[in-house]
């Protein structure tokens, strides 16, 4: 089942103006059941909100199987999710109002769309995934209200698959992205690795430490986070969860842990997680751990490694120029 390639223009060309400055963008094809015999065609958009949250603009047509425009809605409005992009395959919530004209045989209203429900997406690689949806809808027409629809009102389940991807800032090449690392630094690599830092620390901040250079050399996995290798935030998460304690699973996520730390090299602590961003003003894209004597610990693209935070060092300065904080999860 395909989306018309007609309504997919027309909804591309009503795409708010802003879009290239959201993280995701989703494309739905669906069926209304219980009754309204409809096909659900959807756009939006899903940016960063707040720790598991994310939100966007959605863009919602729904048209009856034989009726067509004699009865349909058409509608925009905005979407709040919970749970996406936590890692490869896995579930998350949905819920959202959109508002808009609804036709019937005889007349049209204003009518508000409510929409509340979840999905399952696997993300074989950060830039795109595949997925479906449940949802219950209710087309409050006129409206009243979810809670008090109108006689004339339609509601029911919906099945949908679509696809996402990324979308605007973020997504070139050089750039790091959640839980990954550049795929092609604008910079030379470091002709040899810096050498394993005598670790300072003591206590659980020095545990930490050496739990994490336990994992050197593992290779680069997206979504992982034990023995067939590591992603950024899940190398940091593992290594702390060895000595039970908990930090959350994305980089963004991690962004918001413990206490904050000012970003100078005089302030870090073995233990400290690194925060770094693609570009200037951007969200937290990257993460690493501080280890001592100006070295840090991460999973790039090639695997579990030690960094500089040296300007002399090709690979360290082009780390120190999106070095944009650092957090203390062990006090």
């Given at each position: ?102 036709t019937d045989t005889g007349d049209q209203q204003l009518a ?62 050089g750039e790091v992205e959640p839980g990954a690392a550049p795929t092609r ?147």
């Open positions: 089942m395909r989306p018309r390639t007609e309504l997919v223009a027309i909804l591309a060309g009503l795409a708010p103006a802003g879009l290239a400055a959201q993280t995701d963008l989703d494309l739905s094809y669906g069926r209304w059941y219980s009754g309204n015999r409809a096909a659900s065609y959807e756009l939006r958009t899903d940016a960063p909100l707040l720790g598991v949250f994310s939100h966007g603009f959605a863009l919602q047509v729904l048209v009856h199987d034989s009726l067509g425009r004699r009865r349909a809605f058409y509608g925009g409005g905005w979407e709040v999710h919970g749970w996406r992009r936590q890692r490869v395959l896995g579930p998350y919530a949905l819920a959202g109002v959109t508002l808009g004209l609804s508000a769309l409510w929409n509340v429900g979840g999905g399952v997406e696997w993300r074989p690689v950060w830039w795109f995934a595949i997925g479906a949806e449940t949802r219950y809808r209710v087309e409050d027409r006129g409206p009243r209200g979810f809670w008090g629809p109108g006689a004339g009102s339609r509601r029911g389940l919906s099945l949908a698959v679509g696809t996402s991807v990324h979308w605007g800032a973020g997504s070139g090449a630094s604008p910079l030379p690599a470091p002709r040899s690795a810096p050498s394993v830092p005598l670790i300072t620390a003591s206590g659980m901040a020095g545990d930490v430490v050496h739990a994490a250079l336990d994992a050197l050399g593992r290779p680069y996995q997206w979504g992982g986070t034990a023995a067939n290798g590591f992603d950024c935030s899940g190398l940091i998460q593992y290594a702390y969860a060895l000595h039970s304690i908990r930090v959350p699973r994305t980089s963004r996520a991690q962004a918001t842990a413990g206490a904050e730390v000012t970003p100078v090299a005089e302030a870090l602590k073995p233990g400290d997680i690194l925060l770094f961003s693609a570009r200037p003003g951007g969200g937290v894209t990257h993460v690493g751990m501080y280890v001592g004597e100006l070295k840090f610990i991460h999973s790039s693209n090639t695997g579990v490694r030690l960094s500089r935070l040296e300007v002399h060092d090709p690979d360290g300065a082009w780390w120190l120029a999106r070095w944009v904080g650092a957090r203390r999860i062990i006090p």
